[in-house]
T-cell receptor, first 110, second 107 residues
Framework: NAGVTQTPKFRVLKTGQSMTLLCAQDMNHEYMYWYRQDPGMGLRLIHYSVGEGTTAKGEVPDGYNVSRLKKQNFLLGLESAAPSQTSVYFC?????????FGQGTRLTVV | KNEVEQSPQNLTAQEGEFITINCSYSVGISALHWLQQHPGGGIVSLFMLSSGKKKHGRLIATINIQEKHSSLHITASHPRDSAVYICAMNTGNQFYFGTGTSLTVIP
């Protein structure tokens, strides 16, 4: 997945803790997305951004916040983690001709 | 209701078989993507289509805009093709994903 770096790859949080996931791309893409993937549910959109300084809610935004202060970085924040947020998180960076995904973050909230 | 419907959900094939995975969508799109995800792995974009047909090695993707339907074909399937294949439609601002087709190719 050249050009998209997602960090961290793994994390275990206690209920109520906070964390930030980073998605970084160096392809000058305008569109970036955060998804969660759960067994039997497929990929569900959390938040997305159509350009620097803009964000919008997706299908499952509750409990998450995002920021796109710089075009190359899209951050996903969990302010107070809950066990229901245990999932694998993927970011995507998209242009009109290509789409790249991060390697995923496996998050466990205990 | 999912805007993108994929079929079949699960598919088992013998090595060498020709495989078809189907995707139907319900709204106008700017592009449709076929993605591949290996177990425990990341997601890779195989094709991005806005019309017609694309071919890459043993993989062929087609799209019919009028019928809102796309297919992914794998010729001469191989065990290394075992993965989840996901159809995703791009409406311009958002991506909508199918729930994926889990393919297992048996030697």
């Amino acid at each position: 997945n050249a050009g998209v770096t997602q960090t961290p790859k793994f994390r275990v949080l206690k209920t109520g803790q906070s964390m930030t996931l980073l998605c970084a791309q160096d392809m000058n893409h305008e569109y970036m997305y955060w998804y969660r993937q759960d067994p039997g549910m497929g990929l569900r959109l959390i938040h997305y951004s159509v350009g620097e300084g803009t964000t919008a809610k997706g299908e499952v935004p509750d409990g998450y916040n995002v920021s796109r202060l710089k075009k190359q970085n899209f951050l996903l924040g969990l302010e107070s983690a809950a066990p229901s947020q245990t999932s694998v998180y993927f970011c995507a960076s998209v242009s009109y001709t290509e789409a790249f995904f991060g390697q995923g973050t496996r998050l466990t909230v205990v | 209701k999912n805007e993108v419907e994929q079929s079949p959900q699960n598919l088992t094939a013998q090595e060498g078989e020709f495989i078809t995975i189907n995707c139907s969508y319900s709204v106008g799109i700017s592009a449709l993507h076929w993605l591949q995800q290996h177990p425990g792995g990341g997601i890779v974009s195989l094709f991005m289509l806005s019309s017609g047909k694309k071919k890459h090695g043993r993989l062929i993707a087609t799209i019919n805009i009028q019928e809102k339907h796309s297919s992914l074909h794998i010729t001469a399937s191989h065990p290394r093709d075992s993965a989840v294949y996901i159809c995703a439609m791009n409406t311009g601002n958002q991506f909508y994903f199918g729930t994926g087709t889990s393919l297992t190719v048996i030697p």
